[in-house]
């Protein structure tokens, strides 16, 4: 069975400092990977996403993640964090397939100190 | 890009009373359509999978009689909470993949459903 485990329930940094968020994954074939963040009260907005290809993906608000096999982890990194990067993040894993389930990771809740 | 709309964004019921909640994708044709439910402060916890035409397919432990899902046609996905009680209170999310859309799965923006 899939699964996805975000070890940090809850991380707080200052604005401007750099930011990684731990993702590991379980997943029996080749995982379609993903991070969204949500704000409270809204839906999940992609952050970026992988499927194939270079393990370094950029996505969007300046958000990178690097997709390492032999560790089984899809950490989300950035240089410099801003004060409206404050909110929820999800990793999740699928099949890639549109009638594939995704499995989500418990989450982890970001907060910036100024 | 893909656009999921989902209605209403809150609701508040009697207890008993059933609800419905829609997800229609505005600019795509979705056949498969994922009816997920968040707790506060916990993860996404997948409901059912809705396909067009067809039987929802309920995850284990999830009430299929109390969570009615229909999906009549490739836009429009609905979840109806039937006989709601407070312990359905919830945040519902809609999702809806899409093989035009460079980001695949795309979420709509959720209903917070509270039974009094």
């Known amino acids: 069975a899939q699964s996805v485990t975000q070890p940090d329930i809850h991380i707080t940094v200052s604005e401007g400092a750099s930011l990684e968020l731990r993702c590991n994954y379980s997943y029996g074939a080749t995982p379609y990977l993903f991070w969204y963040v949500q704000s409270p009260g809204q839906g999940l907005q992609l952050l970026l996403k992988y499927f194939s290809g270079d393990t370094l993906v950029q996505g969007i608000k300046g958000f990178e993640a690097e997709f390492k096999r032999s560790q089984s982890s899809f950490n989300l990194r950035k240089p410099s964090v801003h004060w409206s990067d404050a909110a929820e993040y999800f990793c999740a894993v699928g099949a890639g397939f549109g009638n594939e389930k995704l499995t989500f990771g418990t989450g982890t809740r970001l907060t910036i100190i100024p | 890009g893909a656009v999921v709309s989902q209605h209403p964004s809150r609701v508040i019921c009697k207890s008993g009373t059933s609800v419905k909640i829609e997800c229609r994708s505005l600019d795509f044709q979705a056949t498969t359509m994922f009816w997920y439910r968040q707790f506060p402060k916990k993860s996404l916890m997948l409901m059912a999978t809705s396909n067009e035409g067809s039987k929802a397919t309920y995850e284990q432990g999830v009430e299929k009689d109390k969570f009615l899902i229909n999906h009549a046609s490739l836009t429009l996905s609905t979840l109806t909470v039937t006989s709601a009680h407070p312990e359905d209170s919830s945040f519902y999310i809609c999702?809806?993949?899409?093989?035009?859309?460079?980001?695949?799965?795309?979420f709509g923006s959720g209903t917070r459903l509270t039974v009094v």
């Open positions: 999702s809806a993949y899409s093989t035009g859309s460079l980001d695949g799965y795309t």
